[in-house]
Each structure stands twice: as structure tokens, then as C-alpha cells.
């Protein structure tokens, strides 16, 4: 008997030279697995199924895991806002702990001792689904071709060559992953600084060129629905998003920061929905949460985002992490009003019955309904009390001007 192992495969360049390398070179009985997180549409999914059996495959799954990656991570990114450096959404990141999960799964389902990944060794991948494989299932072993023999992609492309694998190497140029969450992009560009991602390395091409004005509806928090539309899935409601907002070529950019693994990284990405509602929901929260729930959710949610991305997902620190941001999100409902254009988008104002911008004690900077003048200079007394005393007793500090 051959020995069977699982193989995360996403039909790109990195997977498919694994099943390749592990079926000829190791003598592996090599069976597949997608672990579909929202960005894959069916006809999608089974070109990467008949791909896989080309390949050389022994059986091939399409594992559904949308609903639980919403469920279990994407809410509490959307009640953090959560952006890594203010600028990336945490797309793949966050969905990597999902697939890993769903990989182990499916190993001890069909008895596989090995579980197999595409990861580089210079990347930030390998340590997700390392960790989480050996976290839940220490006792299945783990194989990474690409990361042992230090490949680059042009060494993979030559090796499935001579094996007579024929592809689309020009557009394998460019690792992409793709989630209800987000898309990742990577290719020569993004391996310098300096360079930009050209227009074609995009999945999503600029189609509009006028502006459309919509409205998105949050409940408690969450993303409901779209110009008076509610959806009760709320993954549906991110895509319908989607639809609208990527022919604008919104949510594109470069996301620079610091991998697990200590270096700088850089990766370009298209996330029109998810910087949409987190922006959206953002200025929501600033009309209906105290200064203080703001306060504390900003360094919570930091915290959040950054064990997401270091792959520290199953830290139980996290579950409290994440009762504290849904109970902050019990007044957050109301509608969110945003106009949409060319790389780009606006948001106009907010509606909500928990608005605390209320004109019923007054209208910043005009007029002062639940307060008098001589209120406020009492209170500015009080307020100075501490500074007075400071620079009294420290009479020789000078003041700052």
C-alpha cells in the first residue's frame, strides 16, 4: 500500500507541483482538497476538481467552510474593524486557520498519516497551517515540497513541463487567493518595494466609470443588507456587495508589514465588500458607541487582528476577545448611506435610532440645549485644577509656549 496523504490544493502553481512531486518522487498516494472560503464559484470549483484528477489525484473534495469562516471570524473583524496596518483586512489570514481545520478533518475521515501543504519557507502560511495541523492532530505528519526543496517558480514550472503538465503558466505567474474576505495577489512586483502590481495582475478589471449611491444596513453590528434588500445569510450579503462595488476597482492597494516569521512582507490585494463594511461600520460605531466602548474596542480589536494574522487563532484568549466585541455591538443598527466610484468610494452619512449625535442637547458648534455658558466655565475651572497646581508648585518648568 502506497501511503496516502491529504494535500491542500488550491489549483494554482505551488499545489499542483506537489501533487506532481508526491505522486512520482515520494511514492504518495496524493489526495486532494479545496477548502472553499467564499471566493470560488461552482464552475470555479470544478475546473480545480478535473484539474486535480489530471494531475494525478486519487480522489478530490470540495470542502465547503464559508458559513463557519463568517461565523466564527469574519463578524469579529467586521465589529473591530479590523485592518491590519490600517490598510489590509486580514483576508487570507484569517481564512487559513479555517482551511487548515478543514484539511485535518477530511485526513482522519479517509485515514491519511500525512497532511501536505504548497507553503513557501519565506512566508507567513507555513506557520498557519503548521501550527493548526499540529495543534489539532499532532499525530499526523506533515510535508511541504515547495518549502524543503527551496523552489522558485520557475523551477516548478519546468518540473510539471517535463511531466507533461500543461497549463497557464503565463497567468501562474501570479499567486492569487481568492475568499469571500478578500483577494491576495503576488508576483515579481511585489518582491521589491518600489514596484507597483500592474492593472492586469488584478482579478477584477475597472468596468464602471460613472458613481452609484447605495445604502448597507447593519444589525447589532453585523452587515445585513443592500438599498432595503435583507439577506438572512449574511455571506450572500458580502457578495452581493461584491457584485456591485469590484467593476469600480475599489479596495485595491498594497499591504506592507511584518511577517511571523520576522521579515517585511509585501502583497497586493482587492477587497472592495470587506473595506467597504468596515469603513461603513466604522462610522456607524462613531454615532451610536461612548467614547469609552470606542476606546477600548480599538485596542481589543489591535490585539485581534494581529493574533489572527500570527496564527494564534485557537488561543483561548480569543473566544474573550470576541464575547467582549459582540457585546459591544448591541446599539450599532442603522443604515450607513455610500456612493460609489472609479477606484474609490465615499461614505455620505449615517441613519440610525441609536444616533447619538442628538440635536435634543445640542448642535456642535451652533447651539447648547442641555447646558448654560456659566456651565462651562465652571467646568473649564474644575477641568484646569490639576494643571494650575502643576506648574504652581513647578514654578521654575517652564510652561510649553
Given at each position: 500500500?502506497?501511503?496516502?496523504?491529504?494535500?491542500?490544493?488550491?489549483?494554482?502553481?505551488?499545489?499542483?507541483?506537489?501533487?506532481?512531486?508526491?505522486?512520482?518522487?515520494?511514492?504518495?498516494?496524493?489526495?486532494?482538497?479545496?477548502?472553499?472560503?467564499?471566493?470560488?464559484?461552482?464552475?470555479?470549483?470544478?475546473?480545480?476538481?478535473?484539474?486535480?484528477?489530471?494531475?494525478?489525484?486519487?480522489?478530490?473534495?470540495?470542502?465547503?467552510?464559508?458559513?463557519?469562516?463568517?461565523?466564527?471570524?469574519?463578524?469579529?473583524?467586521?465589529?473591530?474593524?479590523?485592518?491590519?496596518?490600517?490598510?489590509?483586512?486580514?483576508?487570507?489570514?484569517?481564512?487559513?486557520?479555517?482551511?487548515?481545520?478543514?484539511?485535518?478533518?477530511?485526513?482522519?475521515?479517509?485515514?491519511?498519516?500525512?497532511?501536505?501543504?504548497?507553503?513557501?519557507?519565506?512566508?507567513?502560511?507555513?506557520?498557519?497551517?503548521?501550527?493548526?495541523?499540529?495543534?489539532?492532530?499532532?499525530?499526523?505528519?506533515?510535508l511541504t515540497p515547495i518549502r524543503d526543496l527551496s523552489l522558485s517558480?520557475?523551477?516548478?514550472?519546468?518540473?510539471?513541463?517535463?511531466?507533461?503538465?500543461?497549463?497557464?503558466?503565463?497567468?501562474?505567474?501570479?499567486?492569487?487567493?481568492q475568499g469571500v474576505w478578500g483577494t491576495s495577489i503576488g508576483g515579481?512586483?511585489?518582491?521589491?518595494?518600489?514596484?507597483?502590481?500592474?492593472?492586469?495582475?488584478?482579478?477584477?478589471?475597472?468596468?464602471?466609470?460613472?458613481?452609484?449611491?447605495?445604502?448597507?444596513?447593519?444589525?447589532?453590528?453585523?452587515?445585513?443588507?443592500?438599498?432595503?434588500?435583507?439577506?438572512?445569510?449574511?455571506?450572500?450579503?458580502?457578495?452581493?456587495?461584491?457584485?456591485?462595488?469590484?467593476?469600480?476597482?475599489?479596495?485595491?492597494?498594497?499591504?506592507v508589514g511584518d511577517t511571523i516569521i520576522g521579515i517585511k512582507g509585501?502583497?497586493?490585494?482587492?477587497?472592495?465588500?470587506?473595506?467597504?463594511?468596515?469603513?461603513?461600520?466604522?462610522?456607524?460605531?462613531?454615532?451610536?458607541?461612548?467614547?469609552?466602548?470606542?476606546?477600548?474596542?480599538?485596542?481589543?480589536?489591535?490585539?485581534?487582528?494581529?493574533?489572527?494574522?500570527?496564527?494564534?487563532?485557537?488561543?483561548?484568549?480569543?473566544?474573550?476577545?470576541?464575547?467582549?466585541?459582540?457585546?459591544?455591538?448591541?446599539?450599532?443598527?442603522?443604515?450607513?448611506?455610500?456612493?460609489?466610484?472609479?477606484?474609490?468610494?465615499?461614505?455620505?452619512?449615517?441613519?440610525?435610532?441609536?444616533?447619538?449625535?442628538?440635536?435634543?442637547?445640542?448642535?456642535?458648534?451652533?447651539?447648547?440645549?442641555?447646558?448654560?455658558?456659566?456651565?462651562?466655565?465652571?467646568?473649564?475651572?474644575?477641568?484646569?485644577?490639576?494643571?494650575?497646581?502643576?506648574?504652581?508648585?513647578?514654578?521654575?518648568?517652564?510652561?510649553?509656549?
Amino acid at each position: 500500500m502506497k501511503k496516502k496523504v491529504v494535500l491542500a490544493f488550491s489549483g494554482g502553481l505551488d499545489t499542483s507541483y506537489c501533487v506532481k512531486y508526491l505522486s512520482i518522487e515520494k511514492g504518495f498516494n496524493v489526495y486532494t482538497a479545496i477548502a472553499n472560503t467564499g471566493g470560488f464559484s461552482k464552475e470555479e470549483l470544478d475546473e480545480i476538481e478535473k484539474k486535480a484528477y489530471r494531475l494525478g489525484s486519487k480522489g478530490h473534495v470540495t470542502i465547503d467552510v464559508t458559513d463557519t469562516y463568517y461565523t466564527k471570524c469574519i463578524r469579529y473583524m467586521v465589529f473591530g474593524n479590523i485592518l491590519r496596518n490600517n490598510t489590509y483586512p486580514v483576508s487570507v489570514s484569517s481564512e487559513r486557520i479555517f482551511q487548515a481545520m478543514a484539511i485535518i478533518a477530511h485526513a482522519r475521515k479517509i485515514g491519511a498519516a500525512y497532511v501536505a501543504h504548497g507553503s513557501t519557507g519565506a512566508g507567513n502560511d507555513q506557520v498557519r497551517f503548521d501550527l493548526t495541523f499540529q495543534v489539532l492532530a499532532p499525530e499526523i505528519k506533515i510535508l511541504t515540497p515547495i518549502r524543503d526543496l527551496s523552489l522558485s517558480r520557475e523551477e516548478e514550472i519546468d518540473y510539471l513541463k517535463k511531466h507533461g503538465v500543461d497549463d497557464d503558466y503565463i497567468k501562474m505567474q501570479y499567486s492569487i487567493n481568492q475568499g469571500v474576505w478578500g483577494t491576495s495577489i503576488g508576483g515579481k512586483e511585489t518582491l521589491s518595494s518600489k514596484e507597483p502590481l500592474p492593472e492586469e495582475a488584478y482579478p477584477r478589471q475597472l468596468e464602471e466609470t460613472g458613481f452609484k449611491d447605495i445604502e448597507l444596513h447593519f444589525e447589532k453590528g453585523e452587515f445585513t443588507g443592500i438599498n432595503n434588500t435583507k439577506y438572512s445569510n449574511r455571506v450572500e450579503a458580502i457578495q452581493e456587495l461584491e457584485k456591485l462595488a469590484a467593476p469600480f476597482a475599489i479596495g485595491r492597494d498594497i499591504h506592507v508589514g511584518d511577517t511571523i516569521i520576522g521579515i517585511k512582507g509585501r502583497v497586493g490585494f482587492e477587497a472592495a465588500a470587506p473595506l467597504i463594511i468596515i469603513k461603513a461600520h466604522h462610522l456607524l460605531e462613531k454615532h451610536t458607541l461612548t467614547k469609552w466602548q470606542m476606546y477600548w474596542k480599538e485596542q481589543l480589536s489591535n490585539w485581534y487582528g494581529m493574533f489572527i494574522h500570527e496564527s494564534q487563532y485557537l488561543d483561548p484568549v480569543m473566544r474573550n476577545i470576541e464575547t467582549f466585541l459582540e457585546s459591544s455591538q448591541e446599539n450599532v443598527t442603522g443604515s450607513v448611506f455610500v456612493r460609489l466610484k472609479p477606484y474609490h468610494f465615499d461614505l455620505q452619512g449615517v441613519e440610525s435610532e441609536h444616533d447619538l449625535m442628538s440635536s435634543a442637547f445640542g448642535e456642535y458648534g451652533e447651539v447648547s440645549k442641555a447646558w448654560t455658558g456659566d456651565d462651562v466655565k465652571g467646568f473649564t475651572n474644575i477641568l484646569a485644577n490639576s494643571l494650575k497646581i502643576y506648574y504652581s508648585v513647578n514654578k521654575k518648568k517652564k510652561k510649553p509656549l
